[in-house]
DNA sequence: TTATAAGTGATAATCATTCTCGTTTATGAT
DNA sequence: ATCATAAACGAGAATGATTATCACTTATAA
């Protein structure tokens, strides 16, 4: 992968925004430093991104996908009821972790090596929760 | 929700068809049995019989969504590596349904009611587990 | 039987993403 | 330094899944 302004732009973008934002802002975000970038650069370079391992693509949203420059492995929650897409607390993150181990000893054979933090976690989140029956 | 042979097909289709087929393959097999039925009304069903609990739309896979006619709460798998995607073995269903208890009854209060069968589990599969390092 | 609201089908519209292709640019070798 | 070349770029067209529109049909309850 050779160096480019642009990627090297979008890259920045996504390092200093911690909001998993979708294509369409990074551009946005892109044009206001460089307004001469086209969009099909910035789809391309998500990609090369993503498949590098430098960002996270966040899918099964609602047909949009949103990408992340956190570079250690995290959770992400979607909630069901007000929509919102965040990172778990550390805490919770930690909680995860310790499952997915456990997973990775005792699940069965048949699928091996999953990996919990490539999933969306969706549910209902502490705001929405309140009063509601589990 | 009003009765409609339209609808009823479909839903036929979907609980005859464990395969967990796109809207596209749904609507090929409805024409076979309904040649005038339009695309509009496939994709409007199938989006009111996931709304009524009575299918369930898988996201998150290629931009194409897929549904499953099973009733019954079961998991799903992804192999990142063949593309296929299945429903895991009784064995791993049970397993999982275990991890879920645990996850429920220990995960911190931040995030409640996460429902692990709505996810999509993302591995590598049997298959092409073979000779791979974990 | 009839009123009416829900459902249908054809087609146009939407919208995120990818493709094409001619131009520009980073980079390794001379 | 400059050159060759393959990678990256930008504009705009194309794609493809899904949704919206709207006139017409049909299930259902009074």
Not at 113 to 129: A, R, V
């Amino acid at each position: 992968m050779r160096y480019s302004k642009q990627r090297n732009l979008i890259l920045n973008i996504l390092r200093e925004n911690p909001v998993h934002p979708t294509a369409e802002w990074i551009f946005e975000k892109a044009r206001e430093e460089m307004p001469g970038i086209g969009v099909a650069t910035v789809y391309r370079n998500l990609n090369a991104l993503v498949e590098a391992g430098e960002i996270e693509r966040i899918s099964g949203l609602d047909g949009v996908d949103r990408f992340d420059g956190n570079h250690m492995p995290h959770y992400h929650m979607k909630c069901n009821t007000c929509g919102r897409l965040y990172d778990l607390e550390p805490e919770s993150q930690e909680s995860l972790a310790r499952m997915e181990e456990v997973i990775r000893e005792t699940f069965p054979t048949e699928a091996v090596g999953i990996k919990l933090n490539t999933m969306l976690l969706k549910g209902t989140c502490k705001q929405c929760s309140c009063g509601e029956p589990m």
